[in-house]
C-alpha cells in the first residue's frame, strides 16, 4: 500500500533504501526521488529492493528511469531483489539491462 | 425604569431624573422643555395658544400661562401671525421665515426674528428665534453654497466626500471639530473624517458602540435633521403648562428646533469638554446613514439658523452622493477583484498540476476577498493556505456557515453567534465565506476578530484623553470605545457583497477549469478508444480472432492496445501491447508507438525488426517512458506464427487440453535501446488458441507472475471454448479476474481451417 523511501551510504554509492510496495501510487514519488538522486554527475547509486514485496509496471519503469539516467555517466546498480520482483526483471527481459546484486554489500563492493 | 406620568412642576426634563445607565428607554422626544435661545408656542386649531415657553414672560412682555387662549396674531403681531397661517396653508411648515415683530413690552419687540412652524398632533408649534449677527464665515450665499456643493461633488470616494463636508460645515459653523460618523449595519458608529482646531485630539477611527446613540435618539435625527445645542450648560426652558391639557401628555417636540436635550447627552458632551455641539443628519433613502458631529470647546456657539440650514442642506447633499460614490468604490473593489481573479485563473489554465494544487499555490486567493485565511475541502481533502484552525474546526465552520446552500455564497462575520464554540478561534475565524455543495465539497476564506485588525487612529490608551477624564467620569469616548470592544468582540469585518459575487465568479471559472480539464480527457479518452481499441477483429478466412479490453476503475485512461489487421501478402498481424503508467501521457505515447508499428509492419519488416525499431523509436521520441509489446504475424492458410517479444508477459498457447505459457520475451522493453529482439517460430494447429494479454490479467499484489500465469493457463484449460471466443474470455476473466488498478487487454486468435466460408464462429 505504502513505499517509504530512506537515503543512506554504502562505500562510494548512495543507497535508497525502499520498503513496501512499488505500484502505480507509488512509482511516481519513487521516479522523482530517483530523478532528484541522479541529477548529480557521475552518481553512484544502488536501490535496494529487499524490503519491497510487491512491484509492478509501473515500478520497474521507474527503476528504468534511473538506469537510463546514468547510461552514460554515472552507475545504477540494484540489489535485494526477491524472486516476485526478480521475476518481474527476467518476464520483461531487464535482467539483462540492469546490474543485479543479491545485497547492497556486494553491489557496493562490485 | 423612568416613569413619564409625574409632571415637573418647574424643571426640566418633564418626566423623572434618569437612569444614565438606562437610555435606551429615555423619552427625550418628550422633554416637557426648549433650549433659551428661542420662544416656542403650540397653538390650537383655531391659532389660539395653548402652551407656552416660560420664557415668553421676558421675551414677549407676558408670562406664559397668560398667553393661553390667546390668539396669535395679538400674540406676535398681525404680520408674523400672517405668515404662520400662510405656511401652514401651503402645507410648507419646514423653511423658515424672516419677519420683525411689532414693538412693545418684551427683549424681542421690534427684533428680526426667524419664525419655525410645524405640527406635532393636533397642535401647530411656532418657534422664534433672534436674528443674530453672524460672523463672517456663517454668512451664507448663494455663491459660497454653490461653490460647496461643487466642491463636495468632484469627490471620488465616500472618504473623501465626508472630509470636505467635515471641512465645509467647519468652515461654515466655526465649530471648534467637525466629525463625520457612520452607522454600520448593527448602528455601532465609527469616526470616518474629522476636521478640528490643530491643538485637538484626533477622534478619528474612534468606534461608538450603538447604544451610545439608541434607537429613539436615531428616529429623532432621521427626521429632524439638526440639532444645535447652543451653550451646552443651558438652563432648560419649561414650556407651561408642561401638559398638553387635551391630552394630558407632554407636547411632542420632536421635530422642533429648540427642543431641550437628554440629560444623558448633556453630561456626555460635558464629560469631553465640549461648550456647545450641533448635528447634522445624513439620511440616505429615508435611512439614517450617519451624522456630522459638531464640537465646540471653547464656549457656547450661536449658529445662525441660515447657517444651520446651510449645513443641512451640504449633509443631504452629501448624502445623495454617497450612493454614487459607494458604487464608486464597490466598483473599484470588484475592478481590483476581477482582476485579481483573472490573474488567478489565467495561472490555473496554464498549469499542468491540477487544479486546487496551483490554487492553494497562488496567494492572490487570499487577496481576492482580503481574507487571512482558506482552505478547501474536496474529495476527501484538505488543502488550506494562510491562518486556518484545525481541519475539525473548519468543518464545524463549514457546516455552521454553509448549511445546505449549493451553489451561492454566504457569510458570517460572527461565528460564535451561530455556534458558541467557535468564539474559541475568533483571533484566527472570528467570519467566514463560503461556498460549494454541500459538506463534502466547500471552500472557506477567514478572516481573524476585528479587534486585531482596527487600526487606531483614536487610540484608546491616547494619555491626553485620558488625563482630560476623571475617574468618575460615566461617559467618555474611551468609555465608549472599551464598550465598542465588548460589542465586535469575535466579529471579523463584514464580507461586501461584492465579494460574495467574487467567489461566485470565482467558483464558475473553476467547474469551467474542471470541467474543460475532465472533457479534454474525455475527448482524448474517447477519441484514443475510437482509434485503439478496435471495435471488433477484422473477419480473416481461417482465423477467429476475438478481443476484450477493459478500463481500470474510474476509467483512468491507461496505455494498453491491441491490433489486427491484414499485410498486403495475406497474412495477419496481431499485436498487444502496454505503455506504462496512467492518464492521457501514456495513452498519447501508446497511439505514436501501435500506429509506428503498423507502419513498420506494412513497409514489410520482420516482427523482430519493428519491435527494435519501436525501441528506438521510444527511446528517442518518449523519453522516460517504456512499453512492452508482442507482435504476432500469422498465415492464416498455413498455420505457421512468427512471434517477436519485448518485455511482455508470454502468451498462452492452448492445444488440445493443456495450457503452455510461450517462451519469455526475447528483448527487454521497449525505450531502454538495449538487446535485439528473437523470433520465436511455430505453427498453430487446427482449434488451437494464441492468448495474448497484458499485465493486468495477471498483476496482483503478493502474486509471483509464475504462479499469475500458471493460474491463467489453468483457467484457460478448463473454460470452455467450444462455442465462441467471447464466451470463453469472459469465463476466463469470471475464473482469473486480473487487477481493477490497471486496464487489462486479452486477444484470443484461434486456427479454424475447417471453416473454409471465412465467417467466424
Known amino acids: 500500500m505504502t513505499l517509504t523511501i530512506a537515503d543512506s551510504t554504502s562505500g562510494d554509492f548512495h543507497v535508497l533504501e525502499l520498503a513496501g510496495d512499488i505500484d502505480v501510487e507509488t512509482a511516481r514519488t519513487l521516479r522523482a526521488h530517483i530523478v532528484d538522486r541522479f541529477s548529480v554527475p557521475a552518481a553512484q547509486v544502488i536501490v535496494d529492493l529487499s524490503g519491497v514485496d510487491f512491484m509492478d509496471s509501473s515500478g520497474l519503469g521507474a527503476l528504468v528511469s534511473g538506469w537510463q539516467l546514468t547510461r552514460d555517466d554515472g552507475t545504477f546498480r540494484i540489489a535485494g531483489a526477491n524472486p516476485v520482483v526478480q521475476r518481474v526483471f527476467s518476464i520483461t527481459g531487464m535482467e539483462d539491462v540492469f546490474s543485479l546484486y543479491p545485497s547492497v554489500e556486494e553491489a557496493a563492493s562490485d | ?761
Open chain 2, 1 to 761: 425604569m423612568t416613569t413619564h406620568d409625574q409632571p415637573a412642576a418647574n424643571h426640566t426634563p418633564a418626566y423623572a431624573a434618569p437612569d444614565l445607565t438606562t437610555c435606551e428607554q429615555e423619552p427625550i422626544h418628550i422633554p416637557g422643555a426648549i433650549q433659551p435661545h428661542g420662544l416656542l408656542l403650540a397653538l390650537d386649531h383655531e391659532s389660539r395658544v395653548v402652551m407656552a415657553s416660560r420664557n415668553c414672560a421676558r421675551m414677549l412682555g407676558t408670562p406664559a400661562l397668560e398667553l393661553v387662549g390667546t390668539g396669535v396674531a395679538e400674540v406676535l403681531g398681525a404680520g408674523p401671525a400672517g405668515l404662520v397661517s400662510q405656511a401652514l396653508q401651503s402645507g410648507d411648515v419646514s423653511t423658515p421665515m424672516r419677519t420683525t415683530l411689532p414693538p412693545g413690552p418684551g427683549d424681542l419687540a421690534g427684533e428680526d426674528v426667524d419664525l419655525i412652524v410645524h405640527r406635532s398632533g393636533t397642535r401647530v408649534v411656532v418657534e422664534l428665534e433672534p436674528v443674530t449677527t453672524p460672523v463672517p464665515s456663517q454668512t451664507v450665499s448663494y455663491r459660497s453654497a454653490r461653490s460647496a456643493i461643487t466642491r463636495l461633488t468632484q469627490s471620488a470616494t465616500v472618504a473623501e466626500l465626508c472630509q470636505q463636508l467635515a471641512a465645509e460645515i467647519r468652515q461654515l459653523t466655526g465649530f471648534d471639530r467637525v466629525m463625520v460618523y457612520r452607522f454600520d449595519e448593527d448602528w455601532n458608529g465609527e469616526v470616518i473624517a474629522e476636521e478640528r482646531r490643530d491643538d485637538l485630539n484626533p477622534f478619528l477611527g474612534l468606534h461608538y458602540p450603538s447604544t451610545d446613540i439608541p434607537a429613539q435618539a436615531r428616529r429623532l435625527y432621521t427626521v429632524n435633521w439638526t440639532r444645535l445645542i447652543a451653550d451646552i450648560l443651558y438652563e432648560p426652558v419649561p414650556i407651561d403648562p408642561v401638559l398638553d391639557p387635551a391630552t394630558g401628555a407632554p407636547l411632542d417636540l420632536s421635530h422642533s428646533v429648540l427642543r431641550s436635550v437628554s440629560p444623558i447627552h448633556v453630561e456626555y458632551l460635558s464629560n469631553m469638554g465640549v461648550g456647545a455641539s450641533m448635528s447634522v443628519s445624513m439620511v440616505k433613502d429615508g435611512l439614517l446613514w450617519g451624522l456630522v458631529a459638531c464640537h465646540h470647546y471653547s464656549g457656547p456657539l450661536r449658529v445662525p439658523y441660515d447657517a444651520r440650514s446651510a449645513a443641512e442642506f451640504l449633509g443631504q447633499t452629501a448624502s445623495q452622493l454617497i450612493d454614487d460614490r459607494e458604487r464608486a468604490d464597490t466598483r473599484t473593489d470588484e475592478l481590483r477583484a476581477s482582476v485579481t481573479l483573472a490573474r488567478i485563473t489565467a495561472s490555473l489554465a496554464g498549469d499542468p498540476r491540477p487544479v486546487y494544487d496551483t490554487l492553494f499555490n497562488d496567494v492572490r486567493l487570499l487577496e481576492l476577498v482580503d481574507a487571512t485565511g482558506v482552505a478547501l475541502w474536496v474529495d476527501g481533502r484538505m488543502s488550506t493556505l494562510g491562518d486556518v484552525p484545525s481541519d475539525q474546526t473548519l468543518h464545524r465552520i463549514a457546516s455552521a456557515v454553509g448549511g445546505a446552500a449549493v451553489g451561492q455564497a454566504t457569510s458570517s462575520s460572527h461565528l460564535a453567534a451561530l455556534d458558541p464554540v467557535l468564539g474559541d478561534v475568533a483571533n484566527v475565524a472570528a467570519g467566514a465565506l463560503h461556498i460549494g455543495n454541500g459538506p463534502d465539497r466547500w471552500m472557506m476564506w477567514l478572516r481573524p476578530e476585528l479587534e486585531r485588525t482596527v487600526d487606531w487612529g483614536g487610540d484608546p490608551t491616547n494619555k491626553a484623553l485620558a488625563a482630560a477624564e476623571n475617574p468618575s467620569v460615566r461617559l467618555s469616548p474611551r468609555k465608549s470605545f472599551a464598550k465598542w470592544q465588548q460589542v465586535v468582540r469575535g466579529r471579523s469585518a463584514p464580507w461586501e457583497s461584492w465579494q460574495l459575487g467574487a467567489v461566485e465568479s470565482l467558483r464558475e471559472h473553476l467547474s469551467g477549469e474542471l470541467l474543460r480539464r475532465s472533457h479534454q480527457h474525455t475527448a482524448i479518452a474517447e477519441s484514443l478508444q475510437r482509434t485503439l481499441v478496435l471495435d471488433e477483429a477484422p473477419a480473416v478466412e481461417g482465423l477467429d480472432i476475438h478481443a476484450r479490453y477493459r478500463p481500470a476503475e474510474g476509467s483512468q485512461l491507461g496505455g494498453d492496445w491491441w491490433d489486427a489487421f491484414r499485410l498486403p501478402d495475406g497474412r495477419v498481424v496481431v499485436s498487444v501491447g502496454d505503455v506504462a503508467g496512467h492518464g492521457v501521457t501514456a495513452a498519447t505515447a501508446m497511439a505514436q508507438v501501435r500506429t509506428a508499428l503498423r507502419a513498420y509492419m506494412i513497409d514489410g519488416h520482420s516482427p523482430t525488426d519493428c519491435v527494435d525499431r519501436l525501441d528506438v523509436l521510444v527511446q528517442s521520441l518518449l523519453p522516460g517512458q517504456t512499453a512492452t509489446v508482442v507482435v504476432l504475424v500469422i498465415d492464416p492458410a498455413t498455420g505457421a506464427v512468427e512471434l517477436a517479444n519485448a518485455g511482455h508477459p508470454p502468451p498462452l498457447l492452448l492445444r488440445g487440453d493443456g495450457c503452455e505459457p510461450l517462451p519469455t520475451a526475447g528483448r527487454p522493453l521497449l525505450g531502454v535501446a538495449f538487446g535485439s529482439a528473437r523470433t520465436d517460430s511455430f505453427t498453430l494447429g487446427d482449434g488451437d488458441i494464441l492468448l495474448v494479454y497484458t499485465d493486468g490479467v495477471i498483476e496482483r499484489r503478493g502474486v509471483d507472475l509464475d504462479t499469475s500465469i500458471r493460474r491463467l493457463s489453468l483457467a484457460a484449460a478448463r473454460a470452455d471454448h467450444s462455442e465462441t471466443l467471447g464466451g470463453w474470455i469472459e469465463g476466463l476473466l469470471t475464473e482469473a479476474p486480473g487487477t481493477l488498478d490497471d486496464d487489462l487487454t486479452i486477444v484470443a486468435v484461434r486456427r479454424s481451417a475447417s471453416d473454409t466460408d471465412g465467417t467466424p464462429a
